[in-house]
């Protein structure tokens, strides 16, 4: 006798690879799927201390908030190794101040909220209320003209001179420093202005006032290292030269403009601040006690 399987169960044993099939192809889209989600890259780690990470990141961002001048330094006694040594040290202090319960100590917490409310001013101060004060050309060129005694003449340049009695010497000398002669070294011997005589001539930085002005007019016209015609004056007649500055004077005069916008720029945001305090008291209500009348804390009268 030969079995013969139901037609439910022949169906069934049909179905059952199908259904299989189905489950694995699924299943392997949720793989395929899981795998093709990109996951978060872990943050790369520079040192572990007592198991706390100091990452990349936060190395890098230390390293960025130092000033130039201190990163410089660090440049020359061992670079970024060094920074994350201190680096090192700064997590060990942090974590045994706060193994003995530093921390939570009154005065440290009282410390930290008088810091947070500073270091709020402060970036109300930089970023809200003083950032968009600004010097115009115009401020600054007026300011520098307040301190000129303190700068360089645009014209920038070293004057030498020397005083002779009479055209034809000073006709002669001219000659002879055009042909190669030393002018220091004329002016030494046969200028007769004593101010500069013993220096070679040298007048030092040209500056407005230091001169006759026929001889200031000339110095305008002439090319550094070029000496002058003779020119008449009641002294006698001059012999004038220019030479370019040496690049220190220059950098100091830099430097010194430098400061003096600083200076102008700080007295712009003081004045600036005034305003804004100003300003923030006539909004606000203030009533001020004297150390033997505290004022109470019943507001609705008038102190």
């Known amino acids: 006798m030969t079995d013969h399987c139901p037609s439910h169960d022949h169906h069934g044993t049909r179905k059952a690879p199908f259904l299989l099939l189905l489950a694995m192809v ?7 799927q899981g795998c093709t989600v990109p996951q978060q890259e872990e943050e790369a780690v520079v040192a572990l201390v007592n198991g706390r990470p100091i990452t990349q990141k936060e190395f890098e961002l230390r390293w960025k908030e130092l000033s130039d001048a201190t990163r410089a330094r660090y440049e020359k006694e061992g670079g970024k190794r060094r920074f994350l040594d201190e680096l090192v040290t700064r ?4 974590q ?8 939570q100590t009154d005065a440290i917490r009282e410390k930290v909220r008088r810091y947070k409310e500073q270091l709020l001013i402060d970036e109300l101060l930089k970023d809200k209320l003083l950032a968009d004060v600004e010097l115009s050309k115009e401020e600054l060129e007026a300011y520098y003209q307040q301190h000129a005694h303190e700068l360089l ?4 340049v070293h004057v030498w001179l020397m005083l002779l009695p009479n055209v034809y010497a ?6 002879q420093i055009n042909r190669g002669g030393s002018f220091a070294k004329f002016a030494q011997r046969y200028s007769i202005d004593d101010t500069t005589k013993a220096n070679g001539g040298s ?9 006759p002005p026929e001889v200031d007019a ?15 004056s009641e002294a006698g007649y001059y012999l004038v030269m220019t030479t370019p500055l040496e690049r220190e004077i220059i950098e100091a005069d830099l430097a010194t403009q430098e400061r003096l916008r600083q200076e102008l720029l700080a007295e712009k945001r003081r004045k600036r601040f005034e305003e804004v305090i100003a300003d923030i008291r006539a909004k606000a209500t203030i ?5 033997s009348h505290p004022v109470t804390q019943n507001t609705s009268k008038a102190p």
Not at 91 to 94: M, Q, R, V, Y
Not at 96 to 103: I, M, P, S
Not at 170 to 175: G, R, S, T, W
Not at 287 to 291: N, T
């Open 153 to 156: 003449d645009p014209l920038k």
């Open 170 to 175: 000073a006709k002669d000398l001219e000659n």
């Open 203 to 211: 007048l030092g930085p040209y500056r407005k006032g230091l001169i």
């Open 26 to 32: 699924i299943l392997g889209n949720l793989v395929v």
């Open 287 to 291: 009533r001020v006690g004297q150390a």
């Open 96 to 103: 045994e101040a706060r193994r003995r319960g530093l921390d």
């Open 218 to 232: 000339v110095i305008r016209t002439l090319k550094p290292g070029v000496v002058s015609e003779p020119i008449k």
């Open 91 to 94: 997590e060990l202090l942090l």
